[in-house]
């Protein structure tokens, strides 16, 4: 079954980094668009950042461009976030979703991970 | 800059039904925005229930169904459940990009 696991959550002062990381499994990984969603505490859902399978396609949210890197490694079936010059606004939970398709046009969100807590105080 | 809009907030009696809209500010919401719907339950991660406008995944009961109503995409809830009380959040891609909406918290009184 697939499975996305989140990790690398924790608190951290403002203008320091951290990577996150989502382990997946269950499924051909280097086929699907993975993506981050970030949840502020009591707000939306909030896309920080996806990657094609390939690497190819990056986008970037208008609030993290600059900041935040995304990368994956398909051998290792991992998708990283790295945030740098973290800010208090950027205190949220870190989801990692997988994302159906076709080259650059997308369908449909399916499977999320249980997420990762980032604390910026 | 482009924006999705959800009603705040719904009450619905169990065994009821009630539909949730989802609005673009760049005019009427098509297929081709590939609408998603997500329901998020308190402390849980969010989950997909609908996608391509009207497609339910596997797991998605079939009380709930996808449609577009006046230029909206909508999600309709029929015979609701307690356990149907939580955030729903609607997605829409703009040529590729997913944006969410803010949200609707949908109360079972």
């Known amino acids: 079954q697939v499975q996305l696991v989140e990790s690398g959550g924790g608190l951290v002062k403002p203008g320091g980094s951290l990577r996150l990381s989502c382990a997946a499994s269950g499924f051909i990984f280097s086929d699907f668009h993975m993506s981050w969603i970030r949840q502020a505490p009591g707000k939306g859902l909030d896309l920080v950042s996806y990657m094609s399978g390939s690497g190819g396609d990056i986008s970037y949210s208008d609030s993290v461009k600059g900041r935040f890197t995304i990368s994956r490694d398909n051998a290792k079936n991992s998708v990283f976030l790295q945030m740098d010059s973290l800010g208090v606004a950027d205190t949220a939970m870190y989801y990692c979703?997988?994302?159906?398709?076709?080259?650059?046009?997308?369908?449909?969100?399916?499977?999320w991970g249980q997420g990762t807590l980032v604390s910026v105080s | 800059q482009t924006v999705v809009t959800q009603e705040p907030s719904l009450t619905v009696s169990p065994g009821g039904t009630v539909t949730l809209t989802c609005a673009s500010n760049?005019?009427?919401?098509?297929?081709?925005?590939?609408p998603n719907w997500f329901q998020q339950r308190p402390g849980q991660a969010p989950r997909a229930l609908i996608y391509?406008?009207?497609n339910r995944h596997s797991w998605t009961p079939a009380r709930f169904s996808g449609s577009l109503i006046g230029g909206k995409a909508a999600l309709t809830l029929s015979g609701v459940q307690s356990e149907d009380e939580a955030d729903y959040y609607c997605?829409?891609?703009?040529?590729?990009?997913?944006?969410f909406g803010g949200g609707t918290r949908l109360t079972v009184l």
């Open positions: 391509s406008t009207t």
């Open positions: 997605l829409l891609y703009y040529a590729g990009t997913p944006v």
């Open positions: 979703a997988r994302a159906h398709c076709s080259g650059t046009r997308c369908s449909r969100i399916d499977y």
């Open positions: 760049t005019g009427a919401v098509t297929s081709g925005y590939y």
